[in-house]
């Protein structure tokens, strides 16, 4: 069964320091892997995707997650954190050999502290 | 540039009565869903649809039901509304395939 872990349920970070966001899944096959952002009373918002090749993979507003087979996973990181990016971020996960829907994990609250 | 648009956007219903919500893209999508996101949980699965006139149940279909007559539209029905319906509930479209976009939600609480 396909899955996906967010071990943190919030990340604190001082503006301007870097910052990461935990990811792991489990799936059968090969994975299509997103990143998304709520904002407070929002909708979920697309930051970004793996779909093949390149392993660094580069979003909206600055964010980029990297893809590790070995270590199933994908982190979303920052170079430099904003007090804009204290928000809800959801890691979701397909097998790409599947027509199944996407399995959200259960949200990192981040917090971004002047 | 519409998107998905889902309505209401809040709604508060005394125990036993009905609604539905409604939701709507204008991409052409094939696929659409409904979700509940309740605190602690992430988002949770009610039913999806991958195509008009089709449906299934998600991870949390009890006490749900959903019609899709038009591509475009999805429809989230509650027949006898419960305390335990209280929640957001999010609409999302997709592609064969690809990522999901969402509405901004419809926030319901049941007393």
């Known amino acids: 069964a396909q899955s996906v872990a967010q071990p943190e349920d919030q990340v604190n970070v001082a503006e301007g320091n870097p910052l990461t966001v935990k990811c792991t899944y489990s799936v059968s096959g090969n994975p299509y892997l997103f990143w998304y952002v709520q904002y407070p009373n929002r909708g979920l918002q697309f930051l970004l995707k793996y779909i093949t090749g390149d392993n660094l993979v580069k979003g909206s507003y600055g964010f980029e997650a990297e893809f590790n087979k070995s270590q199933t996973s994908f982190h979303l990181k920052k170079p430099s954190a904003l007090v804009s990016d204290s928000a809800l971020y959801f890691c979701?996960?397909?097998?790409?050999?599947?027509?199944?829907?996407?399995?959200f994990g259960k949200g990192t609250k981040l917090s971004v502290k002047p | 540039n519409a998107g998905v648009t889902q309505t209401p956007k809040f709604r508060v219903l005394k125990t036993g009565q009905s609604m539905t919500l409604l939701c709507a893209q204008d991409?052409?999508?094939?696929?659409m869903y409904w979700y509940r996101q309740d605190p602690g949980m992430g988002l949770r699965l009610i039913h999806y649809?991958?195509?008009?006139?089709?449906?299934a149940k998600g991870e949390v279909p009890d006490g749900y039901n959903v019609s899709r007559l038009k591509k475009q539209n999805f429809l989230l029905g509650l027949e006898s509304a419960a305390p335990s319906q209280t929640s957001v509930y999010f609409c999302a479209s997709s592609r064969t395939g690809g990522g999901y976009t969402f509405g901004s939600g419809t926030r319901l609480t049941v007393v």
């Open positions: 991409m052409n999508h094939e696929y």
């Open positions: 979701a996960v397909r097998d790409r050999g599947s027509q199944g829907n996407l399995i």
């Open positions: 649809s991958v195509g008009e006139g089709t449906t």
